[in-house]
């Protein structure tokens, strides 16, 4: 992989990471699977409390990034609103019900993937929702 292609990625991710946070998704998890997994450079996934939670995270999401210029490539399970699959090529978005993450255990699956640090990313989101809020400039 690139280095540019590894910015694209982590710029793709910045964005999620920042609409997850807005919608209150818990326990976001970032993986490099790009030397396993040919077809994205990174798998982003979060949880939501509640079905609509869950779809409020994905919406968001998918807002922000195509906002941003990226196009959805595909996005499966909306209608459920328990495991939700958003397809931006680099970068693949998991959005779970905790039980369903609990019973898939993505994490356990791609445990030889490296983790990506989100705090940076988490940090910044913060940041920018209290500014935006009127808070500390």
């Known amino acids: 992989m690139s280095v540019s292609e ?3 990625g982590l710029d793709l991710l910045r964005v999620a990471v920042g609409a997850a946070e807005q919608k209150g998704a818990s326990a976001p998890v970032a993986l490099r699977v790009s030397e396993y997994f040919a077809l994205a450079d990174v798998f982003f996934i979060v949880s939501g409390s509640v079905e609509r939670n869950v779809q409020a995270i ?3 999401i998918e807002e922000q990034l195509n906002l941003a210029g990226v ?3 595909r996005r499966e399970g909306r209608e459920s609103g328990r495991w939700i699959l958003l397809d ?3 970068l693949i978005v998991h959005v779970f019900h905790q039980e369903e993450r609990d019973y898939y255990g993505l994490e356990r699956l791609w445990k030889d993937c ?3 640090d989100l705090a ?3 940090e910044a989101s913060n940041d920018l929702s ?3 809020q009127g808070g500390v400039e």
């Open 88 to 90: 931006f090529g680099d």
């Open 120 to 122: 940076p990313f988490i």
């Open 58 to 60: 994905s919406d968001e």
């Open 71 to 73: 196009r959805t490539i």
């Open 114 to 116: 490296p983790t990506i």
């Open 6 to 8: 590894h910015t694209q």
């Open 130 to 132: 209290l500014d935006t």
